[in-house]
Each structure stands twice: as C-alpha cells, then as structure tokens.
Nanobody, 126 residues
Framework: VQLQASGGGSVQAGGALRLSCVAS????????MAWFRQAAGTDREFVAG????????YYGDSVKGRWTISREFTDDTVYLQMNSLEPEDTGVYYC????????????????????WGKGTLVTVSS
C-alpha cells in the first residue's frame, strides 16, 4: 500500500490543523493505521492509531484529549485532527500502516509498522 500524507503547516500555539493520509494500492480496510511524529534530535514516537474498522482508537499520552484520529473508507483516508496545538507538537508527522494489528503497542517508535508515507511538517510557534 502507498501512503501520502498532507496537511502540515505553521500555526500558533492554541491553533489547529488536520492531517490527511491517503492510501492506495491495496485494500485499505485490512490495515491498522497510525500517525507518528519525529522532532529534531529525538526518536520517532507514536501519536495516534486506529483499528482496521475504525472501532478502536489509540493515543499517545501527550495528545490524549486534544487530538482525534479517524478514517473514511469512501476515500481510503485517515485523518488526524489536531486541536490546542503546543510548540512541543512541532515535528515531522508520518502515517503508517500495519497488517498485524496495533503494532505500536509493541514498539512505540513504529519499527514494526509495514508501510510508511513521506512526512508532513508541523510547526507550532509560541
């Protein structure tokens, strides 16, 4: 499956952005999907994930209550609605797919994910 992320940009603290990840190539509904981020000089970290049917969602502690992950099967897209953005949210955001379930629970850096898209940069200024 090929993944294409978009929606990054520059916002002030307290603002919002919505990231999109369009999947193509294989059955979208077979994959657990997730967003990861990587700030300069840090390891990649899990941000949010969603089950193959959209029935279960997962969030990293730093974004719980602020962000929402969702998926639309009509256009094979995963969204990440990011509200109340903070400067600490700055980084490159990547979407990824797993054939084997919520792989991020075993490896929060995403090393067990099967497919990756190119990143989209989010910059939050104070």
């Amino acid at each position: 499956v090929q993944l294409q992320a978009s929606g990054g940009g520059s916002v002030q603290a307290g603002g919002a952005l919505r990231l999109s990840c369009v999947a193509s190539g294989r059955a979208f509904g077979r994959y657990f999907m997730a967003w990861f981020r990587q700030a300069a000089g840090t390891d990649r970290e899990f941000v949010a994930g969603i089950s193959w049917d959209g029935g279960s969602t997962y969030y990293g502690d730093s974004v719980k209550g602020r962000w929402t992950i969702s998926r639309e099967f009509t256009d094979d897209t995963v969204y990440l609605q990011m509200n109340s953005l903070e400067p600490e949210d700055t980084g490159v955001y990547y979407c990824a797919a797993s054939q084997w379930g919520p792989a991020w629970t075993s490896n929060p850096t995403g090393n067990l994910m099967d497919y990756w898209g190119k990143g989209t940069l989010v910059t939050v200024s104070s």
